[in-house]
């Protein structure tokens, strides 16, 4: 059984954070779980007079309306649960994974929060940062706005985005135990590149493609031991995924995180841009 027995909501009182609190009553009620109501303040400065420089507002009056504002949230939605309500003052993404790491967090689960005109194009500054540097695995919605699909709420349908490396092995078992445990089907999708140039040369070679694909990852459904429908999709990584989870209604998307050997990079080369155009929410481990 897939043990998830603390979850943490970071809660900025948005009308996305808002929406996905269906969405983590649900998971916490499936799996008996403790749920974290985290909320962070940030230091903030204004110019004073004259020669007085940057002053800081009173911190403490800060965290007071905070704590009294996070005291009062979600009492009705999550009154059957066993809640704790956290109040820090730093900057959100490492309050989040801080707390994540010291206190036993299973699962993290917010929506993401890009604003401005390019927000499709857009992960937050906070979801971005957890996504990087949390070790649980994180649950993201970028569709959240406003009241969910209930569809989506408790998953009937998951869909496994994977790889050829040897760690998709792992994330297959993982996908294979949420969708055992919730009572949902499971599917599998992998992407190859498609090839442009000339036609009949560019299908063989992609048929060529997708065939080695598919015995490397039947093979490694043998070895994790995993049953379930794999598609072997032609074309950019992100919009594949996003396609067979319209075309299969999916409610949940599960990916893999992974070590990039580059300063910037723990996420899987593909991962932001799934996240960004998934038509459910997507749950990376």
């Not at 965290?63 to 009705?76: C, H, I, R, T, Y």
């Not at 490694?220 to 072997?232: D, E």
Request: with cysteine; proline share 7%.
């Amino acid at each position: 059984m897939l043990a998830i027995k603390h979850i943490l909501f970071p809660l900025d009182f948005s009308d996305r954070c808002c929406g996905a609190v269906p969405f983590v009553e649900a998971m916490a009620s499936r799996f008996g779980a403790k749920v974290t109501l985290i909320s962070a303040a940030q230091p903030f400065w204004y110019g004073g007079m004259g020669d007085a420089g940057p002053i800081m507002v009173d911190t403490d009056e800060i965290m007071d309306e905070l704590k009294a504002k996070l005291g009062s949230a979600l009492v009705k939605e999550f009154g059957h649960l066993p809640v704790e309500r956290v109040a820090e003052f730093g900057d959100p993404g490492q309050v989040i994974t801080d707390f994540a790491h010291n206190n036993g967090v299973d699962l993290i689960m917010m929506p993401t929060h890009g604003y401005g005109p390019f927000r499709s194009l857009l992960l937050g500054s906070v979801t971005a940062k957890v996504l990087h540097d949390a070790k649980c695995p994180v649950w993201t919605a970028a569709h959240v706005e406003g009241s969910p699909s209930p569809d989506h709420v408790k998953p009937r349908d998951i869909l496994c985005a994977v790889d050829t490396t040897p760690k998709s092995i792992a994330l297959m078992q993982r996908a294979a135990e949420l969708a055992k445990s919730i009572g949902a089907a499971l599917r599998l999708v992998h992407a190859v590149p498609g090839i442009e140039g000339w036609p009949a040369i560019d299908r063989r070679f992609e048929e060529e493609m997708r065939q080695e694909a598919r015995r490397q990852l039947t093979e490694m459904q043998a070895l994790a031991v995993v049953q379930a429908p794999l598609c072997i999709a032609v074309g950019g990584v992100a919009d594949a995924v996003r396609e067979e989870a319209r075309r299969h209604r999916s409610d949940l998307l599960v990916i893999g995180r992974g070590i990039l050997h580059e300063p910037l990079g723990r996420l899987r080369t593909h991962a932001y841009a799934i996240i960004r155009h998934a038509p459910c929410p997507v749950l990376s481990v």
